[in-house]
Nanobody, 124 residues
Framework: EVQLVESGGGLVQPGGSLRLSCAASGFTFSNYAMSWVRQAPGKGLEWVSAIKSGGGSTSYADSVKGRFTISRDNAKNTLYLQMNSLKPEDTAVYYC?????????????????WGQGTQVTVSS
């Protein structure tokens, strides 16, 4: 059974940092591209970032480029999202998601498995 379990969310002041983690199990983690997707209160899903299976290629939404860094440790079956210079508009539930291949599809929302999400709140 595929499981994706996010952690690391919380309350942080504007300008602060958080590191999200996603522990993966039930599949060969190193074979699949992964992504982070978020949902702000009252809004739809927003794709944030993706990383290919080997970790050598990444992609970011313009809204987080230069502030967020996606990474993975295939030996630990864990995906990360380092978030710096956080803004109130980054407040959302952050979901870890798995793609069905080693790279991401044309539509970066086409994930086959999703975690339960972790809340990130940026507020003073």
């Amino acid at each position: 059974e595929v499981q994706l379990v996010e952690s690391g969310g919380g309350l942080v002041q504007p300008g602060g940092s958080l590191r999200l983690s996603c522990a993966a199990s039930g599949f060969t983690f190193s074979n699949y591209a992964m992504s982070w997707v978020r949902q702000a209160p009252g809004k739809g899903l927003e794709w944030v970032s993706a990383i290919k299976s080997g970790g050598g290629s990444t992609s970011y939404a313009d809204s987080v480029k230069g502030r967020f860094t996606i990474s993975r440790d295939n030996a630990k079956n864990t995906l990360y999202l380092q978030m710096n210079s956080l803004k109130p508009e980054d407040t959302a539930v952050y979901y870890c998601a798995k793609y069905s291949g080693s790279s991401w599809p044309l539509s970066k929302y086409e994930c086959d498995y999703w975690g339960q999400g972790t809340q990130v709140t940026v507020s003073s």
